[in-house]
C-alpha cells in the first residue's frame, strides 16, 4: 500500500515506536497512582465536610477510571506526536480528549441525571490533571535535552 509522505508520521503515531513492557507498565503505574491519589483526595474531602458514604455511588468510581483513562492515553499518545512545538502536541491531544471526556459525561447524563455542575467539573477536573502531567513532562524532557548537551560538550 502506498501512503502520501506528508502522511507517513501521523500513521499510528509511529508505528515503529512499539508498545514494550516497560512503557507499558509505566503507564499502568501512572494510571494506578494517579486514580489512588484522586480517589484518597476525594475521599478526605467528603469526610471533611461530614460525608461518610460517597452520595454517588459506585458508577462514581467507574467514571472516575473512565476518564482518567481517556485522559492518560491522550497525554502517552501525545507524547509520540511528530509536533515539534512541544505546547501544539498538547493541545492536539487536549483538544479531542477533552471533547471524549465531555461526550463520556453526556452518555452518562443517560444513565443517571448529571449534576448541574457536571461539565464544568470535568473541564476543571481534566484540565488541571492534564496541565499538570505537561508539566511535568516539560521539565523532563528538557532535564534529558540539557543532559544530553552536557553529554556532547565532554
Not at 502531567?133 to 524532557?141: F, K, P, Q, S
Given at each position: ?7 507517513r508520521?501521523?500513521?499510528l503515531?509511529?508505528l515503529e ?6 512503557k507499558?507498565i ?7 497512582i ?5 480517589t ?5 474531602l ?17 467514571d472516575?477510571?473512565?476518564i482518567l ?15 515539534k512545538?512541544?505546547a ?6 487536549y483538544?479531542?480528549s477533552?471533547?471524549?471526556a465531555f461526550?463520556y ?38 532535564f534529558k535535552?540539557k543532559?544530553g548537551q552536557k553529554?556532547?560538550?565532554?
Amino acid at each position: 500500500m502506498v501512503m502520501a509522505e506528508w502522511l507517513r508520521p501521523f500513521v499510528l503515531f509511529r508505528l515503529e515506536k512499539k508498545m514494550n513492557k516497560k512503557k507499558l507498565i509505566r503507564i499502568v503505574s501512572i494510571y494506578s497512582i494517579i486514580y489512588t491519589a484522586i480517589t484518597l483526595l476525594s475521599s478526605v474531602l467528603y469526610l471533611c465536610n461530614g460525608i461518610y458514604e460517597d452520595p454517588s455511588g459506585n458508577w462514581h468510581e467507574l467514571d472516575r477510571a473512565i476518564i482518567l483513562l481517556i485522559g492518560i492515553a491522550a497525554f502517552e499518545l501525545c507524547t509520540n506526536l511528530p509536533v515539534k512545538p512541544l505546547a501544539l502536541r498538547y493541545l492536539i491531544a487536549y483538544i479531542p480528549s477533552l471533547m471524549l471526556a465531555f461526550a463520556y459525561v453526556w452518555f452518562s447524563g443517560l444513565r443517571e441525571p448529571l449534576a448541574k455542575t457536571a461539565y464544568r467539573d470535568i473541564w476543571i477536573n481534566f484540565t488541571s490533571l492534564f496541565v499538570l502531567l505537561c508539566i511535568i513532562n516539560t521539565v523532563i524532557y528538557v532535564f534529558k535535552k540539557k543532559r544530553g548537551q552536557k553529554g556532547e560538550r565532554q
